[in-house]
């Protein structure tokens, strides 16, 4: 039976984990659920530095669930080590309550976990739904094409899949873009105190990027369709240079 790792950046206990894994174990994979201990949403890729303290839960049929004081990001990375006795088929992440859309992946930690295991080439899906989803419509969605969604990432090393769920059900999604507008902050109110000033803000998120000819991933989901983007593992490429006005010599 092929392994699949389920993580998330909820939390153990979050119930988009529980139906990932449920979606998973009833797709015939032997889950393995690797989750935080706590809540690490918009902690992005970051890693803990130190012992990983790991526990044991009760396994659930074809189940093992396990628990890590760590990151989302620390959870793959000892999914994909030797403390497993093989490396899984897929990395499955969320799902996330609440959308990861634009360059909102950029700060996701839902994200970072698939992104982590896409670096290491193992294919890989971050799934995420709307705030007010609703559960009983999310699983369907998710179980009609994850195979088709897994094959894909196992297709193409180094890619993996950021997967926005719209409120209502649909089975139709489509390949989409990422919006590539910055996220942005509107401070609302600025409080100064002998600690410094208190600044009440919010993330500004704009409506849907129009552009003809591609479909945005944010344009997507307003038209109720399931987002599907598929993003390269390492966005630090480097980037084109030129040596016109430099010197470059070695000495």
Not at 130 to 147: E, G, N
Not at 155 to 183: C, F, H, M
Not at 199 to 209: A, K
Not at 217 to 229: M, N, P
């Amino acid at each position: 039976m092929e392994r699949i790792i389920v993580t998330n950046d909820d939390g153990y206990q979050s119930m988009g984990i529980e139906l990932l894994a449920e979606i998973a174990t009833g797709a015939r994979f032997q889950t393995y659920v690797i989750a935080p201990e706590e809540n690490h949403s918009g902690r992005a890729h970051s890693i803990s530095f130190g012992d990983l303290h790991v526990r044991r839960i009760a396994s659930r049929g074809d189940q093992r669930w396990f628990t890590v004081k760590g990151t989302p990001v620390d959870c793959v990375r000892l999914g994909l080590s030797s403390y497993f006795d093989r490396s899984p088929l897929c990395v499955l992440s969320g799902i996330n309550l609440g959308w990861n859309l634009g360059r909102h992946v950029m700060t996701s930690a839902t994200v970072a976990a698939a992104r982590e295991a896409a670096a290491h080439g193992v294919p890989a899906i971050a799934f995420s739904a709307s705030q007010h989803c609703s559960w009983d419509h999310v699983a369907p969605m998710i179980a009609r094409h994850l195979d088709d969604w897994i094959a894909y990432a196992a297709s193409r090393p180094g890619t993996y899949l950021n997967i926005n769920l719209p409120e209502a059900a649909t089975k139709q999604w489509r390949w989409t873009a990422l919006d590539a507008r910055p996220v942005t902050m509107r401070v609302m109110n600025i409080q100064p105190s002998l600690l410094g000033d208190r600044i009440e803000y919010e993330w500004v998120d704009e409506g849907p990027l129009r552009v003809p000819g591609i479909l945005g991933d944010r344009e997507a989901v307003a038209e109720g369709l399931i987002s599907v983007t598929a993003l390269h593992a390492t966005q630090d490429d480097a980037a084109p240079f030129s040596d016109d006005n430099w010197d470059v010599s070695n000495g």
